[in-house]
């Protein structure tokens, strides 16, 4: 199974042999005119084809209202080319100069309590404020009319990592575009009135001019309102990248277009509805420790980006070569840590391996932050793995441009159910939307089985196992989707906490999982979540926690896998399959976390003929990702494993052909 060649995509703008590109973002204004010529020149030795610039140059390049100072740029430009080095060229909107901000505090953005959030970091930017897109557009319309020929120029890098940190905003321009947004989505107050369930505590409006965000509130602010804010701050930021976009089209038709995602876990952009925005998809990521699962995350990560890019390849924008500095405690990358996660993201079809940042700053926020180029300088361990891993990359070219190849199971990531079941006021608020999307992700790892992480919107058709964990909004068209998926002889795995509402946030009435009840063939009078601490163990041997269900069997055929072995609900139903046909359509009531779920995956995916790829040895050990004819052999363990063709060391990569 290949993935359909349906959204047109384009790469680089340049000629030459395909290759993997190699790269960072390149700071040169940190440093002084001198230093620029050692970048190169180390550059070259460890294999750059390409470099990120002027991502937060704006300051730099309009140093005042209306003057542009391009001479910095032009000089940086000139250099990288005459050493063969490509430039993805921001647009230098994401953080504004101080003279914007002083002359119109309008821009900065407002938390839901009312505050301020000043200057002096960056991101500091209402999304909707029109002051502040005038000023972004008419720099990116001066820096795309001067470079618009450089033969350095092959890709625009829009803004950088839009809304992390300024999604949320609850200014007054916020107000103004949620009323414009919620008008154009409902129409007229009395649908807007009925979606949003305002008959409850006397929230009727009866003038769109009377809404506001939901800023900060006696109690729980309206579910279906925290809901559209969710929706209309990602479209609000959809909306700064096409504007951006659509001047760079008009200027530069023949250069594409992308911008940096946070696919990693940064909730409030639904990148499912982003990424067709894009000429080419590029994310950032980051390993966060501690985490036993970090691994596992990364892998989760880069698969779900090469999904969103349609299987097609994509851009590794950023990542680090060692420690980062934003968390409580930074700990450097072990030895094998920095190739293995970098070929893992080229695994998933990142054709691009690139990183935050090319020199290690000496002074800001960021200076502890790792880079290629490190504060020891070329002399040291860093920089050589860097190397190492620029000629590895080359050795790699022949992959460039090959296609994903699909599994056999599809796990269902949905954005509106992440943002929704970790909304206030539920059965629980220990609910993790994307922790449990990662446990199946391990527990199929842990069996050697390959999973794609899938879109909602994606080709689910194409699965022969959907695994939907949290499937919380279920509109009517998404039930019948998975009950023709069934029906037509594929095999479902939903868990508790799915099928609830619409998407109005609106529950399914008649007993839960409502959109999905007749479907599984069972009944949910009420939820029984578990206190802390509290177990509920299952007679197959594995442990429940966070979640129960009272599961009455209302379809005849349904085979129970597992029961409940302690605590209320013992006796009853915990995991239930309904055959339908030659498909079948199987709940998980509790959260069984990693390990629990790597014992009950074979009963629930071996009935749909799926078997790992990979020789019983080598499974759980070893995690294995098909491009085109090359398969990925990545070491998921700190032990060397022995392959047919060698020994794979701790953390190693072997990719065959
Ligand atoms: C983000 C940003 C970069 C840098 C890195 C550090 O990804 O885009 O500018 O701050 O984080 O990890
Ligand atoms: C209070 C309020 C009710 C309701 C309940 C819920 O008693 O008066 O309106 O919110 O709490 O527990």
């Not at 949620?178 to 989505?185: I, K, P, S, T, V």
């Not at 860097?386 to 460039?400: N, Y």
Request: proline letters at 7%; one cysteine or more.
């Amino acid at each position: 199974m290949t993935i359909s060649d349906n959204t047109p995509r384009r790469w680089l703008r340049r000629a030459g042999e395909a290759r993997l590109e190699f790269g960072a973002d390149y700071n040169p204004e940190q440093w002084p005119r001198a230093v620029w010529d050692d970048d190169v020149r180390a550059m070259r030795e460890a294999g750059v084809t390409i470099v990120s610039l002027a991502i937060f140059s704006w300051a730099r390049l309009e140093p005042r209202d209306g003057e542009y100072d391009f001479a910095w740029l032009d000089d940086a430009m000139d250099l990288l080319h005459a050493n063969g080095i490509s430039v993805d060229l921001a647009t230098a909107t994401a953080s504004p100069p101080p003279w914007l901000t002083t002359k119109h505090p309008e821009i900065l953005p407002v938390t839901a309590e009312g505050n301020t959030l000043w200057p002096g970091a960056r991101q500091h930017w209402r999304p909707t404020s029109p002051v502040f897109r005038g000023h972004a557009l008419r720099l990116v319309r001066a820096l795309a009319t001067r470079y618009a020929d450089h033969p350095a120029l092959v890709a625009w890098h829009v803004n950088n990592e839009l809304g992390c940190h300024n999604v949320y905003d609850y200014s007054d321009d916020a107000a103004v575009a949620f009323r414009a947004w919620l008008q154009e989505r409902y129409g007229d107050v009395a649908a807007l009135n009925d979606a949003w369930g305002t008959a409850f505590w006397s929230q009727q409006y009866s003038d769109f001019e009377e809404i506001l965000p939901p800023r900060l509130a006696a109690s729980h602010p309206n579910p279906t309102q925290q809901l559209d804010f969710k929706r209309f701050s990602s479209d609000a930021l959809k909306e700064h990248l096409r504007a951006e976009r659509a001047i760079l089209r008009e200027l530069t038709p023949d250069v594409p277009v992308t911008t940096n995602f946070m696919v990693m876990g940064m909730k409030p952009m639904n990148y499912a509805d982003w990424a067709d925005e894009v000429d080419f998809v590029s994310n950032d990521h980051y390993v966060v420790l501690p985490n036993p699962q970090a691994r596992d995350e990364l892998s989760f990560s880069a698969n779900l980006t090469g999904m969103l890019a349609g299987g097609r390849p994509w851009f590794l924008m950023e990542h680090s070569t060692s420690a980062v500095n934003w968390q409580p405690v930074n700990v450097p990358k072990r030895p094998g840590d920095l190739a293995r996660d970098s070929l893992t993201h080229v695994a998933y079809g990142a054709d691009a391996v690139c990183f935050f940042q090319w020199r290690q700053s000496r002074a800001g926020a960021e200076k502890y932050h790792s880079a290629m180029l490190p504060h020891a300088g070329t002399e040291s361990a860093v920089f050589r793995s860097v190397t190492e891993l620029g000629r590895r990359l080359r050795e790699l070219a022949p992959l460039a441009g090959s296609v994903r190849t699909l599994a056999a199971v599809g796990i269902v990531f949905d954005w509106e159910s992440w943002w929704v079941s970790e909304q206030d006021s539920h059965p629980t608020d220990r609910v993790r939307y994307r922790q449990e999307a990662l446990d199946w992700y391990t527990a199929l790892l842990d069996n050697g089985i390959r999973a794609d992480v899938v879109p909602t919107g994606g080709d689910l058709e194409a699965y022969r196992v959907l695994i939907a964990p949290v499937l919380h909004v279920v509109p009517a068209e998404l039930a019948a989707r998975l009950t023709r998926f069934v029906e037509s002889g594929g095999h479902l795995v939903t868990t508790y906490f799915s099928g609830i509402v619409d998407e109005n946030d609106h529950v399914w009435l008649g007993g839960y999982p409502g959109a999905l009840r007749d479907l599984l063939g069972i009944r949910i009078e009420e939820f029984a979540p578990l206190l802390d601490g509290d177990t509920a163990e299952l007679d197959n041997g594995v442990t429940g926690t966070l979640w129960t269900d009272r599961i009455d069997v209302v379809a005849p055929e349904v085979e129970v896998i597992a029961r409940y072995k302690t605590g209320e609900q013992a006796s009853r139903a915990a995991i239930t399959r309904r055959p339908v046909g030659e498909g079948s359509a199987s709940y998980v009531s509790t959260r069984l976390g990693a390990g629990g779920l790597a014992a009950v995956v074979p009963s629930l995916i071996g009935p749909a003929g799926v078997v790992s790829e990979l020789p019983p040895e080598l499974r759980g050990r070893v995690e294995l990702a098909v491009r085109g004819d090359h398969r990925f052999l990545i070491n998921r363990t700190d032990e060397p494993v022995e392959l047919p063709s060698g020994t794979l060391e701790p953390r190693g990569v072997r990719v065959v052909t």
